[in-house]
C-alpha cells in the first residue's frame, strides 16, 4: 500500500476505484516490463511533439527570413522573451506532472485528478500575467537590447502578440503535462501534429498577405502561432474530459491502437479551489521555473554581448539558436520519457528501476547525439542556407554551428538527469546546478573572451560550450548521489 492508501494492484488491473472514483482506463504499465521498451515507447511520440512545437519558431524564422535580417533579428529576440515566458510555465506545471506521476505509480487516481483541477487555476492566473506584460511592456523589453530602431519595431510587435495569446500556450502545456504524466505519450503528439499543420499552412498567408488574408509582416507569424494552439487546447480539452471516447471509441474512427491509453481521464465533479494543493505545486514547480527563467535569462545576457558585433551575428545567433530548439528535442523527449518513469517508478516503490531508467535514456540520447553533431559539423553552411541565403549571414552562422557541435556533447547527461531529477519531484538542486553554472561559468566567460582574447564574438558562443560542459559535470554528480529517490512531493 502507499502512503495514499491505494492498492497498486488494483490498478495495474484496470479495475474501477473505490465509490466515486472514475474508472481506470486499462492502460500500458510503465512501472513493469523492459525500460529500454518503455523509454521507447514513451519518447518517440515525445520526440514527434517536441519537435513539431519547436517547428513553430523555426518555420516563422523561415518565412519573416525573407523578410530581411532586421526582421530575423526582432524575431530572435522577441523569441529569447517568448522562450522567458514558456519556460517559467514549464517550470511551474513541472511540480503538477511529478505529484500526478507519482500518484499514477501509486495507485491514487482522485488525488491525481484533484491535482490536475488546480492547474488549470494556475495556468489562468499565469496567463493574465504574461498579457498584461504583452499589452505593456512589449517594446520595452525589446529595447533593453540596445537594438536599432526597426529591430524594436519588429521584434515588439511580434512579442505583443505572442504575450497576449499566452493563454494558448500556458493551457496547451498544461494539458500535454496531464497527459504525459499519466503515461499518455501519444495523444499529445497528435495534438501537435494538427496544430503544427495547421502552423505551417497559414503561416506564410498571414505574413505576406497571400489570398484574402491581409499582410501582417512579423506580426502573423505570431498570429498564426496564438490561433493554431489556441484549436490544440480546445481539441486537448476535449480527449481530456473523455469526448475522444465518443467520436473514436465508439465509432472506430482512429486506427492508433495506442491513443487514448492514459490512466486519467479528468473530471470537474466536486471542483473546489484548493490553496494546499496549489502551493504544493507551486512550491515543486518554483525552483524548475527559476532554472527556465535564469536560463533564458542566460539568453537575453547573450544576445545584449552579440548586439556590439553588428545586425549580422545577432542574426546568426538568433538562427543557431532556433535551430537548436529542434536539435534538443530528441533529448529534451528522452528526459522527459524517463522523468515520467522515474516518477511513476517512484511512487511504485521501485527507486531502481527509477535510476535504470535515467542512465538507460541517457545512453540512447547519447548515440543520437553523434549522429546528428557529425551531421552539422560537415555540413554547417547547407544548413544556414535553409534560413538565409545572405552569403555573410551563412558564413558567420556556419563557424557558430560548428562552434556549438563541441557542447553537444554534454546534452545527454544534461537533458535526461535534468528532466528526471524534476520528475522526482527534486527540483531545487537542478535550479543551483543551473544558477550555478550559468552564472559563474557561462556569463563571465561570454563578457571576458571576446574583450581579453582574440577570439571577438566566437569568444560569447565558446562561453555556451563552456556552460554546457559544466552543467552536464554538475546534474551528473548529483543525480549519482540518488538523494533524489527519497523525495517527498
Request: hydrophobic share 55%; with cysteine.
Amino acid at each position: 500500500m502507499e502512503p495514499g492508501g491505494t492498492d497498486v494492484r488494483r490498478v495495474r488491473a484496470g479495475r474501477r476505484g473505490p465509490p466515486g472514483d472514475r474508472p481506470v482506463t486499462p492502460a500500458v504499465d510503465w512501472t513493469r516490463g523492459s525500460i529500454v521498451g518503455n523509454l521507447l515507447k514513451l519518447s518517440w511520440p515525445m520526440v514527434v511533439s517536441n519537435l513539431l512545437m519547436m517547428l513553430g519558431p523555426t518555420i516563422d524564422m523561415v518565412w519573416v527570413g525573407r523578410l530581411g535580417a532586421a526582421s530575423i533579428a526582432g524575431v530572435g529576440v522577441a523569441g529569447i522573451a517568448v522562450q522567458l515566458i514558456m519556460g517559467a510555465m514549464m517550470g511551474l506545471i513541472m511540480g503538477m506532472r511529478a505529484m500526478v506521476a507519482r500518484f499514477i505509480g501509486g495507485g491514487d487516481v482522485p488525488a491525481a485528478n484533484h491535482v490536475a483541477q488546480q492547474a488549470f487555476v494556475i495556468s489562468a492566473a499565469f496567463a493574465a500575467l504574461a498579457a498584461v506584460i504583452g499589452l505593456f511592456f512589449s517594446e520595452a523589453i525589446m529595447d533593453l537590447f540596445g537594438l536599432e530602431e526597426d529591430v524594436v519595431r519588429e521584434g515588439g510587435s511580434y512579442l505583443r502578440v505572442m504575450f497576449m495569446g499566452a493563454a494558448a500556450m500556458a493551457f496547451r502545456v498544461m494539458t500535454e503535462g496531464v497527459m504525459q504524466a499519466s503515461g499518455d505519450a501519444v495523444t499529445p503528439m497528435v495534438l501537435a501534429v494538427f496544430y503544427r499543420l495547421l502552423h505551417v499552412g497559414l503561416c506564410p498567408f498571414l505574413i505576406f498577405g497571400w489570398w484574402v488574408f491581409p499582410e501582417l509582416g512579423v506580426q502573423g507569424a505570431a498570429v498564426t502561432n496564438v490561433v493554431s494552439q489556441s484549436l490544440a487546447v480546445v481539441v486537448a480539452m476535449w480527449f481530456l474530459f473523455d469526448g475522444r471516447s465518443i467520436l473514436f471509441r465508439r465509432r472506430g474512427l482512429l486506427p492508433l491502437p495506442a491513443f487514448g491509453q492514459s490512466r486519467l481521464k479528468l473530471t470537474m465533479k466536486d471542483f473546489r479551489l484548493d490553496p494546499s494543493i496549489i502551493w504544493r505545486i507551486v512550491r515543486i514547480g518554483l525552483p524548475a521555473m527559476v532554472s527556465g527563467i535564469q536560463r533564458t535569462l542566460s539568453h537575453f545576457f547573450l544576445m545584449y554581448f552579440m548586439v556590439p558585433f553588428g545586425t549580422v551575428a545577432v542574426a546568426a545567433h538568433s538562427l543557431i539558436q532556433r535551430l537548436e530548439m529542434m536539435l534538443f528535442m530528441p533529448g529534451m523527449a528522452f528526459g522527459s520519457a524517463s522523468g515520467v518513469l522515474v516518477g511513476q517508478n517512484l511512487g511504485a516503490g521501485q527507486p531502481r528501476r527509477a535510476e535504470k531508467s535515467a542512465w538507460l535514456a541517457a545512453g540512447m540520447v547519447g548515440g543520437i547525439v553523434v549522429v546528428f553533431s557529425l551531421v552539422l559539423l560537415f555540413f554547417s553552411e547547407s544548413v544556414v542556407r535553409i534560413f538565409s541565403q545572405e552569403p555573410e549571414l551563412v558564413s558567420q552562422g556556419g563557424v557558430f554551428l560548428r562552434i556549438a557541435v563541441a557542447g553537444y556533447i554534454a546534452l545527454p547527461l544534461t537533458s535526461v538527469f535534468m528532466n528526471s531529477l524534476s520528475g522526482a519531484g527534486d527540483t531545487l538542486p537542478p535550479m543551483i546546478i543551473g544558477v550555478a553554472t550559468v552564472w559563474l561559468v557561462q556569463l563571465p566567460m561570454a563578457y571576458f573572451l571576446p574583450r581579453l582574447t582574440d577570439l571577438g564574438v566566437y569568444g560569447v558562443r565558446w562561453a555556451i560550450v563552456a556552460g554546457m560542459i559544466a552543467a552536464s559535470i554538475g546534474y551528473t554528480t548529483y543525480f549519482s548521489t540518488g538523494r533524489w529517490k527519497r523525495k517527498q512531493v
